[in-house]
Nanobody, 121 residues
Framework: QVQLVESGGGLVQAGGSLRLSCAASGRTFSSLSMGWFRQPPGKEREFVARIWSGGSTYYANSVKGRFTISRDNAKNTVYLQMNSLKPEDTAVYYC???????????????WGQGTQVNVSS
């Protein structure tokens, strides 16, 4: 099993930036696919971005060009750099792990506790 702990959320004005971090433990991090999901107020959880074991990335259309997912295997950590933030990016952001190097959105089975991001207009 993988344990995940997110950090880096907070309050930011529209147009600003935040970087989320997720520290993983319990499995060989480099073999995992890692992802970020979010749950806006009153809505269901949605996919944001994922990075495969080999570094390939994929983004939701709503964040493409503004968000960047990256990983540091030496630190067992995955990041989400969020730029040009909009009020509609307000959500609880969750880190997720999949025990396959080439995960699709439905393969993520380990979750962090979430970190709140609020973007004011």
């Amino acid at each position: 099993q993988v344990q995940l702990v997110e950090s880096g959320g907070g309050l930011v004005q529209a147009g600003g930036s935040l970087r989320l971090s997720c520290a993983a433990s319990g499995r060989t991090f480099s073999s995992l696919s890692m992802g970020w999901f979010r749950q806006p107020p009153g809505k269901e959880r949605e996919f944001v971005a994922r990075i495969w074991s080999g570094g390939s990335t994929y983004y939701a259309n709503s964040v493409k060009g503004r968000f960047t997912i990256s990983r540091d295997n030496a630190k067992n950590t995955v990041y989400l750099q969020m730029n040009s933030l909009k009020p509609e990016d307000t959500a609880v952001y969750y880190c997720a792990a999949a025990q396959t190097p080439w995960a699709s959105k439905g393969d993520f089975g380990s979750w962090g506790q979430g970190t709140q991001v609020n973007v004011s207009s």
